[in-house]
């Protein structure tokens, strides 16, 4: 039986969200194939029909889910304006800290797993990074390109080695305290951008 190309692409589609969040939750090392065609309710043969390895599907998940942070920071900017590193900020620290593991944000919770990666995933990681951290510094004010490439740099960093930390800690007490500490200091680099 011949399936369609719609069909195609919606069943490459489930696989690749269904690996996001596999990733997302369980690691690389953590998650094989079976768990992979079973969250997209696939058989390992459309699994293959679409990518050849486990590491193929990761570096689409991470592809995709870099793809999905830069395109979240566009919209905050085309819908708030001025406002939109608060915005952007606020979401990060707020559901985007406390959603499931596996529907966080791409940034921290895929990172290390791209550390041991192959350096072919490594080097498209890193063009994704690249875009996100253009389209950051487009939005802010600053100088020069290289103060707000800078800051964006800081900003993402910070977030996501935030979020990392306050997720990994078991404390709800120190959890919030690492998220105010954040939120307070990437307040003053969105403070610090807009007397530029």
Same mark, same amino acid.
């Given at each position: 039986?011949?399936y369609s190309?719609?069909?195609?692409?919606?069943?490459?589609?489930?696989?690749?969200?269904?690996?996001?969040?596999?990733?997302?939750?369980?690691?690389?090392?953590?998650?094989?194939?079976?768990?992979?065609?079973?969250?997209?309710?696939?058989?390992?043969?459309?699994?293959?029909?679409?990518?050849?390895?486990?590491?193929? !599907?990761?570096?689409?998940?991470?592809? /995709?889910? &870099?793809?999905? +942070?830069?395109? $979240? *920071?566009?919209?905050?900017? =085309?819908?708030?304006?001025?406002?939109?590193l608060a915005?952007?900020?606020?979401?990060?620290?707020?559901?985007?800290?406390?959603?499931?593991?596996?529907?966080?944000?791409?940034?921290?919770?895929?990172?290390?797993?791209?550390?041991?990666?192959?350096?072919?995933?490594?080097?498209?990681?890193?063009?994704?990074?690249?875009?996100?951290?253009?389209?950051?510094?487009?939005?802010?004010?600053?100088?020069?390109?290289? !103060?707000?490439?800078?800051?964006?740099? /800081?900003? &993402?960093?910070? +977030?996501?080695? $935030? *979020?990392?930390?306050?997720? =990994?800690?078991?404390?709800?007490?120190?959890?919030?305290?690492?998220?105010?500490?954040?939120?307070?200091?990437?307040?003053?680099?969105?403070?610090?951008?807009?007397?530029?």
């Amino acid at each position: 039986m011949r399936y369609s190309t719609e069909h195609k692409l919606e069943t490459r589609m489930r696989v690749l969200n269904a690996a996001g969040e596999i990733f997302r939750q369980e690691g690389y090392g953590g998650s094989g194939i079976d768990a992979l065609t079973k969250a997209a309710g696939v058989t390992n043969g459309a699994f293959y029909g679409h990518f050849k390895s486990k590491g193929e !599907a990761f570096k689409a998940a991470v592809l /995709a889910g &870099l793809e999905e +942070l830069r395109l $979240g *920071v566009s919209a905050l900017k =085309a819908q708030k304006g001025k406002g939109w590193l608060a915005a952007f900020v606020g979401y990060y620290l707020g559901p985007k800290l406390s959603c499931a593991l596996g529907q966080s944000c791409a940034l921290p919770s895929l990172s290390p797993d791209v550390m041991r990666a192959d350096a072919d995933t490594r080097a498209a990681y890193e063009v994704e990074l690249r875009r996100i951290i253009e389209e950051v510094a487009s939005g802010l004010t600053g100088n020069s390109a290289t !103060a707000r490439e800078e800051d964006a740099i /800081a900003l &993402l960093a910070l +977030l996501s080695g $935030g *979020v990392t930390m306050a997720r =990994a800690v078991s404390d709800p007490a120190l959890s919030a305290r690492i998220v105010e500490a954040i939120g307070r200091k990437a307040g003053a680099i969105a403070s610090s951008v807009d007397e530029r």
